[in-house]
């Protein structure tokens, strides 16, 4: 309790906790923990919350092996829907129907490795229409791209680009062996030398420890990194990852709660299987936790909007456009 105190005030005093503090943190009573990081939260975030929602704009066949993912070709999966990039009509008319929900941030997402130059500019050309249509923030997930794809973009108007780390570099070909942990980072580099802000996290309950979970985001942090999604692993049956237990609610207050103390000003993003939670998420968001992907996710369901917003409004938090 008392060493929770200590590591607390040192954040609110612009301190940085190390991987080791990070570490004592992680076996600090529960209670303790949760409850100072969500001070840290008030302290430096205040009661904005920033909701997003994504869109799976080009579905399947990706040539990845993501040992969680339902749309690898290397795995067999109830997932079996295919399609490319879809046209700007609809992802314009789903953008349009997300702002009047309420939703402030949109994000694009993309099977496979990469997108094609063709795709980009066929992309970009979308992204100017829901910015001129919308006045929604758009976020882009289309893979390994380089800097003069980024730059496109952003001139498109998308402002920020995820690409999750997943898990520690350490564990990270356990996940994946068809691209690499430095081609991640290399990703997230790029995209801030474009000036698009960056937004990457990663799964728990690969099989990882409490170190790796750390580590990810310590790269994260050093990477620049002001979003950070925190997903939890839902199984799905098919993949490699079938069998692996899902983590508790506690475990999961406890790492965001952990990531508070690590990024103190940044979103700590619940994103995929927070549907797989009781209470959807409401313990983590009293637990250093002030952002959430909503809706609907790539390939399983997510949480309504409207539950959402109810809840946020419960809490006492404020829909924002945070870390911009």
Known sequence: MERVCELKEKVLAGGEITRQEALELAQAPYDALCAAADEIRKAKCGNGFDLCTIINGKCGRCSEDCKYCAQSVHYHTSCTESYPLLPTEELLAVARHNEAQGVLRYSIVTSGKRLSDAEVDQVCESIRAIRSQTN?????????????QFRRLKEAGADRVHCNLESSARYFPEVCTTHTYQEKID???????????????????LGETMEDRIDMVLTARELGVKSVPVNLLNPIPGTPYAGNRVLSEEELCRCTAVFRFLIPDG??????????LADKGEACFRSGANAAISGDMLTTAGITTQTDLALLNKLGYEPRKCNE
């Open 136 to 148: 929604l923030g758009v976020c882009i997930s289309f893979g390994l791209l380089n800097e003069a």
């Open 187 to 205: 990703t997230l580099k790029a995209a801030r030398r474009a000036g698009l802000s960056i937004c990457s996290g990663g799964i728990l309950g």
């Open 267 to 276: 979103s700590i993003r619940l994103a995929g299987g927070r549907g797989l």
